[in-house]
């Protein structure tokens, strides 16, 4: 139950201060005197949208504040607890809109998110204003009203998540065929270029001794001449190095007898002379190796070629080929993975939509159940509302359940996130006359008594604590006001009641008054909300019925209407 509304510099209010009371609370005074703005701030309490443009001329935020008192057992006190809000019977909410954008909110002197708000708001309070009369008109909105009634909303929001999520996976199912095709279109040409370079059975750093071979090759004969002349000249010829060393060395012995100090001499040349005797035997083996071979150099061309092409074609380097080589292979692998994960995921999703189809059947069986109910409690209250005889029915697109709709082989089309069904109210408020769409015949008068009549069978079963009218008498008068103010007062014994109204017949079954007006003070517009007495209620009931001039006879008819 709302206890207590505070609102500070937001739009005309400077500062206002109301405490209601338990069953019907009522709201009236004169056109443009703040009723609606305090409305817009009941609003924002529960979640509704800030702009720094409702702010007070001259004052840099607003703030609203609500007091509720919560009963035992309110599903709020689950909610509270999962936010980790502390919780002592009462729920308090601090909004302020600060002109720099920046918007703060405080439930239980805790900061909170506007999400968290937007949860706990429908719980709290439930606001029916004349925008709601537009939604009523909208066909699209009459699935959720009737999902309310046959309190199927979670169940349909459970099928929305299902709904997603099979999507979601068909996006991903598509994603991946459309990736699998296009590699499958590539697996040929991958194919033939493993194969290409598997079959030139490449080895690292092959490259770099074909080359130092073919050099060798092309340059043989003049390597052999250069290798044979150094090796005769080191150790074949009858002069050689090695000859000449060996006479030097007996020189150097023979003298080493004379001076003992040649020894190191002696030695170092034997040194030497083993050095060159090595040398020489190593260019004899060279010269052994080195051939005039173009058959062979040939075949190192025709390698080290296509070496070449697949440098061109996979890589700067032999390492490079083999990567790319290596990644191929596991590409190819890949592929025949993704095509085992494609036809689970085929599998999974020909499940879920069974699924899907079967939730969606299931749904709309219900929904036509309740629907049968709803019709007739709306029909027996809008009797009680002065629309006697109406006919009001809910029509189902598709009409029938056929077999077609039972069955996998259902188009996607025909579901979507709130399940098959397309519903649509049709009245006859006339007797004789055809259903036909409410949102082409019904008036504004009757659109109000609609509306009561559903906010009367929903709040039956809601567990929202307070309901807010804000001029649910819009078009209409006389004995049909009267008896919207009995129904009103009617749903004060389950819910709290605030109701804005301009009507003497429904102010005067409130229990509780208050008069809303607008005073100009110090140069400036500033709304007060007032508690009325009972002379101060009879003095506005009797405004209500006769405008600004009150006769005795019209303060006569308020305190009657007052007393009965």
């Not at 506007?114 to 709601?132: A, C, D, F, T, Y």
């Not at 074949?236 to 000859?243: I, N, Q, R």
């Not at 020489?280 to 083996?285: A, F, G, H, K, Y």
Request: with cysteine.
């Amino acid at each position: 139950m709302l206890a207590q509304l505070s609102i500070t510099d937001f739009a005309i209010i400077e500062s206002l201060s109301v405490t209601f009371s338990e069953g019907s609370n009522i709201l009236s005074g004169e056109t443009g005197a703040g009723k609606s703005i305090i409305i817009n701030a009941v609003n924002l309490i529960v979640g509704g949208r800030a702009s720094p443009d409702l702010i007070r001329t001259g004052s840099d935020r607003a703030v609203v504040e609500a007091l509720f008192q919560v009963p035992e057992g309110s599903p709020l006190i689950g909610s509270l607890a999962e936010m980790d809000i502390p919780f002592d019977g009462e729920i308090l909410i601090k909004r302020t809109i600060s002109k720099g954008g920046k918007n703060q909110v405080r439930i239980n002197g805790s900061l909170a998110t506007l999400h968290m708000l937007s949860k706990l708001g429908p719980n709290l309070i439930s606001v029916s204003g004349q925008n709601e009369h537009q939604l009523l008109l909208s066909p699209d909105n009459h699935l959720y009203v009737l999902d309310d009634f046959g309190e199927l909303t979670p169940e349909r929001l459970t099928f929305g998540r299902v709904f997603r999520d099979y999507y979601t996976l068909k996006e991903k199912t598509e994603k991946l065929r459309e990736l699998i095709k296009r590699e499958e279109e590539q697996r040929e040409l991958t194919q033939f270029q493993i194969q290409e370079i598997e079959g030139a059975k490449l080895a690292t750093g092959e490259d770099g001794e074909l080359e130092e071979e073919r050099r060798r090759l092309v340059h043989a004969e003049s390597l052999k001449e250069i290798v044979f002349t150094a090796y005769h000249t080191l150790y074949e010829k009858d002069d050689s190095v090695l000859s000449a060393l060996s006479i030097l060395t007996k020189e150097i012995d023979r003298g080493t007898s004379m001076d003992p100090g040649l020894e190191q001499f002696r030695k170092g040349l034997e040194s030497v002379q083993a050095q060159v005797e090595d040398l020489s035997l190593e260019l004899r083996n060279l010269y052994s190796t080195l051939k005039v071979d173009p058959k062979r150099l040939e075949q190192v061309e025709e390698r080290l070629e296509l070496i070449r092409r697949l440098k061109k074609k996979y890589g700067s380097t032999i390492e490079e080929i083999l990567s790319f080589e290596k990644d191929l292979s596991e590409r190819s692998d890949q592929l025949d993975q993704k095509q085992e994960e494609l036809k689970k995921a085929e599998a999974e999703l020909e499940e879920r939509w069974e699924n899907l189809v079967t939730m969606a059947i299931g749904l709309s069986e219900k929904r036509r159940e309740v629907a049968r109910e709803l019709e007739n409690m709306v029909e027996q209250e809008l009797n009680q509302l002065g629309m006697s005889d109406t006919k009001f029915k809910i029509e189902f697109s598709p009409e029938t359940l056929s077999d077609a709709a039972v069955s996998v082989d259902l188009p996607e089309s025909a579901i979507g996130l709130a399940g098959i069904d397309s519903v649509e109210f049709l009245i006859a408020p006339n007797v004789g006359e055809d259903l036909r769409p409410m949102a082409r015949i019904a008036s504004g008068g009757e659109l109000s008594r609609i509306m009561l009549a559903l906010k009367t069978i929903l709040a039956q079963s809601s567990s929202v604590e307070t309901l807010v009218f804000d001029e649910i008498d819009s078009g209409i008068a006389g004995a049909t006001a009267a008896i919207i103010g009995e129904k009103l007062r009617s749903l004060a014994r389950y819910h709290q009641i605030v109701c804005i109204t301009h009507l003497p017949q429904i102010a005067s079954l409130g229990e509780l008054h208050f008069l809303v007006e607008k005073r100009v003070s110090g140069g400036r517009t500033r709304t007060h909300i007032t508690p009325l007495d009972r002379e101060d209620r009879i003095n506005e009931i009797a405004r209500l019925l006769g405008g600004k001039t009150i006769s005795e006879k019209t303060l006569a008819h308020a305190r009657e209407m007052l007393s009965a």
